[in-house]
């Protein structure tokens, strides 16, 4: 996410943080490069300007050039104001007496079909009861889209394809309030370019249906032009926040920077990727860590907490505490960690992922190279995944024929395996001294030992 501005950025930091002493020109250096970073990253002009003269008033300060660790409180300046610029708090869906009604704005193709079902599923997952209404009349096929994604994902959907989209709007609240819905998420029209037409219909829709939320759906890959539509709808028909889609993939993060300096508008979602799943809550102070290279160990907890199997995560901690961790486990493993996400978003949250090398970050993100290592575990005998000692030369022969691989690539698994247990005894060992410090009070946590 946002990897190349985050790459420039933490390249200009990185050479003031371990400086002694900084002088101005030092800090002007810096500044010049984050500047150039956020140009080039589309971040609106104006937005660019401020921000690097706020920083720069506040790093040239007495505070920051006569304290110990110079190079440090300028991290620090930086990753506050780059959480500031992006809204400071994170900003959550209004709620009121229900049904709470969600009205989706926003341009052909920019994500709002997706976002809908997307927020449908985190609502669902929160507790609520969401229902989808499909108010596009005028796209061929865009009611059917909505009502397919819902139907897979099992949620609750309203639409006649007979009906004016205020009408469609109107009967969903009805409907809603009959069958004890609490959130409505209306998925309008969009038009590809911005036009009288359409806001006057979204202005119609808006008086008479009085949503608690207008969230405008833009793509973050268009840039500056998305924080351009955001004005204009915002001029328009008045938002109350904005999903900015599309943040996986090679995005440059100008929307995201500058859409709530520039509107006003907070940013509440982020979509990354085309999974119904691929939502996430915005939080600036997050954000601005991702960014800078410092991980953002909260929402991966959170991401594995809503994803992962918690019962078979407390099997596997018995497992590891009693050093039986064996392949099936292993695969077990890589089927949930894929269950998350893109391995490269969940590599995004972890702390200084930012600083490893280019190859190694491909290495590690190989996804095709787990496909590989699930195909020679599911190749194996039981008896061989439980106690992979008995695999010999026949036997691993055997194995890369029946998943396609070459043996080069089994005896590299094992190998691997061998290693991975090793370091599981040895965690194992940690976690066990961890726990009688814990115990006697002198240490936090028991699982953390380091
Ligand atoms: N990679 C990625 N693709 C997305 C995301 N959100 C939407 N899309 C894709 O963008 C395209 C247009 O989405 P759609 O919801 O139909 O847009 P609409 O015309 O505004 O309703 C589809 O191919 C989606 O799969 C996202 O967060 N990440
Ligand atoms: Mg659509």
Redesign the pocket.
Known sequence: MLSNLAEKLQKALRSLRGKGKLTEKDVDLAMREIRLALLEADVNFKVVKDFVASIRERAVGHEVMQSLTPGQQVVKIVHEELTRLMGQEQSRLASGSPPTTIMLV?L????????AIKLAHYLRRHGHRPLLAAADIYRPGAIQ?LEILSRSAGIPFYSDANAKPLQICEEAVKESKREGYDYVIL?TA?RLHLDEIMMAELQEIRDRIRPQEILL?VDAMTGQDAVNAAAAFHQAIGLSGVIL?????DTRGGAALSVRAVTGCPIKFV????KTD?LEPFHPERMASRILGMGDVLSLIEKAEASLDRAKAQELEEKLRRQQFTLDDFRDQLQQLRSMGSLESILDMLPGAGRLPREVRQLAVDEKQLVKIEAMINSMTREERQNPSIINNSRRRRIAIGSGTTVQDVNRLLKQFAQMQKLVKQMGAMQKKGFKQFKKGRRGFPFFPW
């Open positions: 926003g052909q193709g920019s994500g709002k079909t997706t976002s889209q998925d969009g759906v889609t599309k943040l996986d993939g979509g990354v990727g085309e691929a």
